[in-house]
C-alpha cells in the first residue's frame, strides 16, 4: 500500500510457535539511515498495530525516511496464541496485567525486533517507541537488546514500575498527557532519576492516556530524538 510517499508491507513472522502479523513501512524513494520497532499498549488498552497513535507515529516516522514496524502481539488481531487450557483469550491478557507479567511477552517483541533488524541494511540505527504497556516492554528489551535510542509515551507508572531504567544509557525521551489516568509522577521520577543516558521528559498540555486528535502533537514531541541524537 502506498500512503504519502511511503510503503507499507503486510508481514509475518514467528516467535517460537506464535506467527505474528505486522506492517512494515519505509520511504518509497530512498534507503532509511533510521528503523522504529513501535510497542503497542496492552490489548485491552487498545493494544493493536491499528492503534491510532501507533499507526501514526509509524506512517509519519516513514515519510521522513525511517523504516518502521508496527505488530499485533500474539492472540491480537490474526497474531495467533497457543490455546491456553480452561482460559480464554480476554482471561490471559487480564492474568498477565494482574501478575505484571510482561516477560511473558518479551518473546514477541524480541522476534519483532529481530525481524526488522534483519530487513534493515547494514549499519541503520534501530530505535524503540513504547506506547503505554509498550514503554514497559521496551525497557525490558533495551536490558539484553539496547537501542539506538529509546522513546517511551504515557509509561503507566500508576499500574506498573518501569522495569530496567537503569539501563537505559542510550538517549531517551518520555512524553505523558497532563490528565493521564494511568500516570504517578512520583512513581516516574524514580524511575526517571535511574536513567543514566541523555534524557528529556514533556508533558502535554490538555492530552490523556489515548491521544486522540492529538497523534501530531505526540509525533513533533518525540521526532527530534530520532533525527537529532
Not at 513501535?38 to 497513535?53: A, I, K, V, Y
Not at 482471561?91 to 517483541?109: G, I, M, S
Not at 526488522?116 to 525490558?140: D, I, K, N, Q, R
Request: charged share 25%; with cysteine.
Amino acid at each position: 500500500m502506498d500512503v504519502a510517499g511511503i510503503i507499507e508491507e503486510n508481514v509475518n513472522f514467528r516467535a517460537g510457535e506464535k506467527h505474528l502479523e505486522g506492517v512494515l513501512a519505509y520511504p518509497e524513494n530512498s534507503i532509511p539511515e533510521q528503523a522504529i520497532l513501535l510497542l503497542s499498549p496492552h490489548p485491552h488498552m487498545g493494544g493493536r498495530m491499528d492503534n491510532n497513535l501507533i499507526k501514526h507515529l509509524a506512517r509519519r516516522f516513514a515519510e521522513e525516511g525511517c523504516a518502521t514496524l508496527r505488530f499485533n502481539y500474539g492472540g491480537v488481531g490474526n497474531s495467533t496464541l497457543p490455546s491456553v487450557e480452561g482460559e480464554a483469550l480476554f482471561e490471559y491478557w487480564a492474568k498477565l496485567e494482574e501478575e505484571k507479567n510482561y516477560e511473558a511477552v518479551l518473546p514477541d517483541v524480541i522476534a519483532a525486533r529481530n525481524y526488522l533488524a534483519e530487513a534493515l541494511p547494514v549499519g541503520v540505527a534501530l530505535g524503540y517507541l513504547g506506547y503505554s504497556f509498550g514503554c514497559c516492554l521496551a525497557t525490558l528489551l533495551a536490558q539484553d537488546c539496547p537501542p539506538a535510542q529509546l522513546a517511551a509515551i504515557s509509561p503507566p507508572t500508576k499500574r506498573a514500575p518501569l522495569e530496567g531504567a537503569e539501563c537505559l544509557t542510550m538517549p531517551s525521551i518520555f512524553v505523558v498527557g497532563d490528565d493521564d489516568f494511568a500516570f504517578d509522577m512520583d512513581a516516574f521520577e524514580a524511575a526517571f532519576s535511574r536513567v543514566s543516558g541523555d534524557k528529556r521528559f514533556v508533558q502535554l498540555d490538555g492530552c490523556d492516556h489515548f491521544f486522540r486528535k492529538e497523534e501530531e502533537r505526540v509525533y513533533e514531541a518525540i521526532r527530534p530524538l530520532f533525527f537529532e541524537a
